[in-house]
């Protein structure tokens, strides 16, 4: 079970840990640390429940939310040996990604560490220094850095060059 607490610690990071909007390269792994009022295992349903004032951090980036519920699966490795990926991370009520080149917040965010792809709904708004995006949903590829801001009708403030 502490292995197990380890592995999905280290997967509720993988949310954030490759930043938002940039891929970050291949190098050792960060410490993760997240801070919740409480969690909650439940192995028959491969899923930790975090709850209350979530605070996820690894490096220099960071997911704060009121709830995160990291599904998991027992992954055979090319090595034989099997360990324990995020399959799925769903982050609900007051949601903000941070790292130091942009703020996301949302009333929600899902991500597919497989695919590497990152949803965020609600009043979602996008900062990115001076540049602000606000819409109802934000679709983004971390492999490809492929923004989408959709849903309503969809704003942005730039700065001129």
Do not use: H
């Not at 997911?63 to 055979?76: C, E, H, P, R, S």
């Amino acid at each position: 079970m502490t292995d197990r607490l380890a592995a999905l610690c280290g997967a509720a990071l993988l949310l954030i840990s490759a930043g938002p909007l940039k891929a970050q390269t291949a190098t050792a792994p960060l410490p993760v640390d997240v801070a919740a009022n409480e969690m909650e295992i439940l192995d028959a349903e491969n899923k930790a429940i975090f709850r209350g004032a979530v605070d996820a951090t690894r490096g220099t980036t960071n997911l704060k939310a009121d709830q995160l519920t990291v599904t998991y699966a027992d992954v055979k490795q090319k090595d034989g040996t099997t360990k324990t990926d995020a399959t799925d991370l769903d982050a609900r009520g007051n949601v903000t990604i941070k790292t130091p080149q942009e703020t996301i917040t949302g009333d929600w965010a899902k991500y597919n560490p497989q695919t590497e792809k990152l949803v965020v709904g609600g009043k979602v708004k996008l900062v990115q220094g001076a540049t602000v995006l606000t819409g109802s949903e934000l679709q983004a590829d971390l492999r490809t850095d492929k923004i989408q801001m959709s849903g309503g009708r969809v704003r942005g403030s730039f700065l001129p060059q």
